[in-house]
C-alpha cells in the first residue's frame, strides 16, 4: 500500500509534468501565429503589435497553465483522498467479514424481497445447511410457522426466542432478532441468532423439578395437615375422655369413700384434671380445629376469632358470608393456618387494638383480607429479615398460600398497621354470597 507521502510526490511530478507540457505547447503554438502573421500581414516580430500580441499570448497561456495546475493539483489531493477512504473499508469490511465468519452466532442479510446477500458458515456448523444452499431459501422458510405467526413482519422483529428448521428435520430455539438497514439507497434484513436449545432444555427441566417439587410440597402439607387431624382426634377422644373418666372416678370415690377429710387434696385433683383436659383441648383445636371438616370455612373462623379474641383481648370484627359454602380442603385449611398465624402475631408483635377479618366470594375468586390498626413494620426491612431466616412466620405464610395455588398480598406502613389479603380461584365457585357488615358480627372479648 502507498504510503500519503509517496502519493502527494507523485501527484506533484504529474502536476508539473503538465504544466511543462502546457507551457512547450504554448510556446509552439504562438511561434506558429507568429510566422502565421508575420506571412499574412507582414508584420515583423520586432513590431509593438507583435509584441503586444505575443506578450498577451504568454500571459494567458501562462494564467491558464496556473489554473490548470491548481485544478489538477485539487484532483489529485481528491483521488488520494478517496483511495485512503477506500481502502480504509476495505480493511474494516475485511475485518467484520472475518468476525462474521467466525462466529458462531448465525449472522445473515437479505434484500427486503427475501434474497440473501450474506450467510455465515456458522449456519452450516448449526443447522447443517451449506451457506450456498441458505442462500437460495426464503430467510422466513427457516422459521417454524408458529414462532413466524407470532412474530410478525420476518424483516424485523424484537428479541425474542423461536425455532429454526434444520438439514436433519428437527427444530433448534435459537434467541435473536433482525432489524433493517439502508445501504446504497437499498433497504436490507439483517438477522443474528444464537443457540439456546441446550439453554431451553435445562430451563424446562428446572420448570419440570420445580412443579415436582411443588406437587411434593403439596403432598406434604396435606400429609401434614392430615396427621395433624389424626393426632387431635386421639388427644380429643382417646386421652380426652381417659381423664374425663378419671375424674368422675374421683367424683365416684368421694361419694363412696367420703373423702370430706382429705376434700382439699381432692379438689387439688380435680383441677389438675380440669386444666389438663383445657390444655389438650387447646393443643387438639390447635392441630386441627374439628370445626373445619364438620361445619366449614365459615364456622371456624368464628371459633378461631372468638377464642382469639378471649386469650388476647383484640377486638375483632367479622366481614363473612351468611351462609357457609364449602371449598376445596387444602384451600380451607391455607385460609384457616393464615388467619391463625396472622392473629399470633398481631397479638405477639403489632400491638393493634382492632382487627377486621372479610371473606368474600366474587366472580369466581376466593378473597381474604385481614387488617389491624397496629405500629406495622418497614416492609424492606421485614424482606431482609426473611432472607436472614429470622422472620419466618410470614414467609411461612406466604409459601402455604403459593403452595396451595393462592396468590398472597401484604401491605404494612409503620404507623398504619398491617394488611395481609389472599386469593383462590374457584373452579367450581359457589354463588356470590352477601356478607355481614363487620358490625354486625364483633366477636366478643
Known sequence: MATPASGSDWARRSIWRLVLAYLLLGS???LLAGVLVHTAFDIHFHDMGMVSFVSLMAIFVGLSALIIAQQEARFQRDLIRRERIRRIQQEQALKFRLM????VDLVSMASTEGLHEYVSPSHQALLGYEPEAVMNRHPASLIHPSDLERLGDWRSYPLSEFRLHTAGGEWKWVQGYRYLIRWEGHDYSVGIARDVTALRSMQQTV????ERLKILSRKLLETQENERRHLARELHDEVGQTLTAAKLGLHTMADLFQLSRREKLYGELVASLDRILTQIRTLSLNLHPSLLDDLGLVAAIRGLGTRMATLSGLKLALSL???DPRFPPLVEITLYR??????NNIARHAG???VEITLTIDSGRLRLRIKDDGRGFDLEAMRQRVQAGSSLGLLGMEERVQLAGGQFTLESESGKGT?????FALNDAPK????RPAAEETVPT
Open 28 to 30: 509552439v503554438w504562438m
Open 100 to 103: 462474521a465468519e467466525h462466529s
Open 207 to 210: 420448570v419440570d423439578y420445580a
Open 321 to 323: 358470608p351468611e351462609s
Open 338 to 343: 393464615v388467619i391463625q398465624e396472622a392473629l
Open 352 to 354: 393493634a387494638l382492632r
Open 419 to 423: 394488611a395481609i389479603e389472599v386469593q
Open 432 to 435: 356470590p354470597q352477601s356478607a
